[in-house]
C-alpha cells in the first residue's frame, strides 16, 4: 500500500505545500501552514475531477424529501445535576457533542466527573477518558467528592485510535474527553495539542458520536486571552459550548452555554466549589454582591438577566489621576465599550475623563456581554469621579446609545421585581422598562425612568443634593 502522505495547509489562503513551511509559498502569510491527514489512497478528493470519478459515486448518498422525514424529538438524559441541566437544555443529548471550556483549575474534571457518576448511578454507561491525569489521580478526586463506590468506567489514554477503538466496542451512553488537548493521533506527526491535532481528533470524535449515538464531552483548556486553545473551528464543529466562568479566588463558579444546537444559550448553571465538589446554586440572584457596611463611591449593583434568571452584580469603577496616556481596563466587562460609554458620557453629559485612568469591574469574576449593563457602567464612572456613593439600595440597567439615548433592556419588568425582592429601594431604568405612571413604586422600589444619559446623571446630582458638574 502506498504511504499516505500528509499535506500542509494554509489558514489563511487554503494554499498546499507537501513540507512544512515558515512562510505560505501561495499567499507569504507567516505560520499558517497547518498539518493535515491525507485522504486514504485511491480514494478522496484527489481523484475528483468534473465528471469521470463523480460517475463511480452516483447513488452512493440518498435524497430524501424534507417533509418526509421523521422529525425526531432528541432524546435527552438528564445528567441528575440540575444546574448543569440547565445550561445543557434539559440533559445530555445522544450522539451530541459538548465541548467544556475553563480556566486551569476552575472545575471541569470535578463537574464532569460528578455528571458521569450521576448518568452511571442512573443506569447509563458512562466513560471517562483521562489523558491528563492518572486513574489513581481521579480515584483521589473520586474519593475526595464522595464517590469511593463510583462505577464509572475508567480509560487513562491519549492515542485516539485506542480510544475510538474501546469507544466503539463498549458504545457508552456517554463518554468524556479529559482533555482534547492532550489526544493524539498517530495518523499526525505534530505533537498533541497543536492545533492539527486538536481539530483532527475532535472530527474523529464526532463523526463517531453521530454514527454511535454515544454523547461525547470534550474539554477544553483555555489560553491566557481566553480563548479556546486550539481552533475555533472546534466550537464550529460541535453542537454545545460550555464555559466555566468565575473567580478562582471565590467559590462561586458559573457554566454559561454560548452555542447549543438542543437548547437556548446564554443559560447559565452556578456552582459553588466545596470541598465535596460542585454544588449547585438554586437561587444565585445576590451571591455577586459585595457587602459594604455602608455605600461606597463607584459602586453600582446591575440587574442583568443571564438565561431565564435575574441577576444582581456589582458593578465597580474606579477613576483615579492618570498619567500622560490614562488606562482604561475593564475585568468582566467589554473594553472597547468602556471606551465607547466614556465618550458618550463626556459628550452628551458632560463628565470628562479624559485625564483620568478608569477601571471597571464585574464583582465575582463573572462575565458581562449584555448592553444592558452601560448605565449602572456609567453611573459608578460618575459616582467614583465624584467621590460621592449612590444611596443605600440603588440599582440600574438599561443599554446606552452613541446619541446618549438610553435604551429598553429585555424583559425589564422581570429585573424589576428581582430587584424588590431582594429589598432594593431605588431603581434608575429606561423609560420603556418603567411600569405605568399609577405605578412607579414597585413593593418598596422606587423607580426612576430615564431617556437620556444626561438626565441620569443629573437625577444622581438630585438625590444628594449637589448641583456641582461632576
Ligand atoms: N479539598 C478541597 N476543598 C475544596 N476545593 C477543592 C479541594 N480540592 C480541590 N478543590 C478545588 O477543585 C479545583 C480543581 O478542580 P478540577 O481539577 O476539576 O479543575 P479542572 O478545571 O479540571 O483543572 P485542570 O484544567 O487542571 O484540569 C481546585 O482549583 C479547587 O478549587
Ligand atoms: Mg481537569
Known sequence: MAKEKTTYVCSECGGTSPRWLGKCPACGAWNTLIEQAA???????????????????????????LAEIEAADVARTPTGI?????????????????????????????LLLQATDALQNAGQMALYVTGEESGAQVALRARRLGLERSQVQLMAEIQLEKILATLDTHRPAIAVIDSI????????????????????????????????GTAVVLVGHVTKEGALAGPRVLEHMVDTVLYFEGDTHSSFRLVR?????????????????????????????????????????????????????????EIQALVDDGGPSPRRLSVGLERD????????????????????????????????????????VMLAIASSLRGKPLPKGFVAFGEVGLAGEVRPAPRGQERLREAAKLGFSIAVVPKANAPKKAMRELEGLTIHPVE???????????????NRAP
Do not use: W
Not at 486514504?40 to 452512493?60: C, D, E, T, V
Not at 470541598?275 to 446591575?302: D, K, M, T
Not at 458618550?344 to 464585574?362: E, I, K, P, S, W
Open 39 to 65: 485522504a486514504p489512497a485511491g480514494g478522496g478528493a484527489q481523484n475528483n475531477r468534473f465528471g469521470q470519478s463523480y460517475a463511480a459515486l452516483a447513488g452512493s448518498s440518498e435524497l430524501a424529501v
Open 82 to 110: 440540575e444546574e448543569l441541566d440547565r445550561v445543557l437544555g434539559g440533559g445530555i443529548v445522544a450522539g451530541g457533542v459538548t465541548l467544556i471550556g475553563g480556566d486551569p483549575g476552575i472545575g471541569k474534571s470535578t
Open 181 to 212: 488537548q492532550t489526544i493524539y493521533s498517530d495518523q499526525l506527526t505534530s505533537a498533541p495539542g497543536s492545533v492539527a491535532q486538536v481539530r483532527e481528533c475532535a472530527a474523529h470524535l464526532t463523526r463517531f458520536a453521530k454514527a454511535s
Open 257 to 313: 452555554a454560548i452555542k447549543n444546537r438542543f437548547g437556548a444559550v446564554n443559560e447559565i448553571g452556578v456552582f459553588a466549589m466545596t470541598e465535596r465538589g460542585l454544588r449547585g446554586v438554586a437561587n444565585p440572584s445576590a451571591i455577586f454582591l459585595s457587602q459594604h457596611e455602608q455605600p461606597v463611591p463607584g459602586s453600582v449593583v446591575l440587574v442583568t438577566l443571564e438565561g431565564t434568571r435575574p441577576m444582581l452584580v
Open 337 to 376: 465599550r468602556l471606551a465607547m460609554l466614556l465618550a458618550v458620557l463626556h459628550r452628551h453629559a458632560g463628565v470628562a475623563c479624559m485625564d483620568q485612568d478608569v477601571f471597571v469591574n464585574a464583582v465575582g469574576g463573572v462575565r458581562i456581554s449584555e448592553p444592558a449593563a452601560d448605565l449602572s
Open 452 to 466: 437620556r444619559v444626561e438626565q441620569a446623571i443629573e437625577l444622581l446630582r438630585s438625590i444628594d443634593g449637589d
